[in-house]
């Protein structure tokens, strides 16, 4: 098989990461890899904030948690919304699983091709993480916060500019978790139309 589909195939959301923090060159190599994926227009408007400082994830999963907490439930709300509002009622909720690093995707605020910017700039890293034996996962929370006062200001802190709004973000670590073949696909279905 192809060495590029392989790799996509074999890519997994990782939900448990050890503590050891990933090297400079390969936070280098995934973040480059973030750079090269198309926009719209050839924008490259994209701005990656990588977090690494101990001190600064642990104040924002506090943040996170303490902002998540205070939201209502509604019927019909997003299934992992609502899953992460009840953990954060519980208490002791980490949102990024216990990765060392997290990476904010943003881009400019009233750009219409910011969604799918960000999401091409951070499935490029997930592969690229895959490719280096690096789990990755996907993470909404902050980007459900974009709108909260307490989570703008925090950003704003550690990078974030004033015009640009949260779009995704990345947890990325060495996997804690056994090795699992990939998941069966039964969505996503395909129309020709030959």
């Known amino acids: ?17 050890k503590p050891e923090q990933l090297s400079d060159e390969e936070l280098s190599g995934i973040l480059e890899a973030g750079q090269f994926a198309p926009s ?6 994209t701005h990656l904030i990588a977090i690494q400082n101990k001190d600064v994830l642990r104040d ?3 943040l996170v948690e303490q902002e998540l907490s205070k939201m209502l439930i509604y019927e019909g709300m997003y299934k992992s919304l609502e899953a992460s509002i009840k953990a954060a ?16 995707a943003a881009n ?3 750009y219409g091709n910011a969604m799918a910017d960000c999401a091409c700039v951070l499935e490029n890293m997930m592969l690229a993480a895959t490719s280096l034996r690096i789990g990755s996962c996907w993470i909404n929370q902050i980007h459900w916060l974009d709108e909260n006062p307490v989570t703008r200001t925090f950003m704003r802190q550690h990078g974030l500019a004033e015009n640009e709004t949260i779009c995704g973000s990345l947890a990325l670590g060495y996997s804690a978790m056994k090795e699992q073949p990939p998941l069966k696909r039964t969505g ?6 030959r």
């Open 188 to 193: 996503n279905p395909i129309t020709y139309v």
């Open 108 to 110: 400019r605020t009233g």
């Open 1 to 17: 098989m192809n060495e590029v589909i392989a790799n996509i195939k074999n890519r997994r959301s990782i939900r448990r990461y």
């Open 40 to 45: 719209g227009g050839n924008n490259q408007t």
């Open 89 to 104: 009622k519980k208490g002791g909720y980490d949102f990024i699983y216990h990765a060392p690093t997290l990476v904010v």
């Open 60 to 62: 924002l999963k506090r």
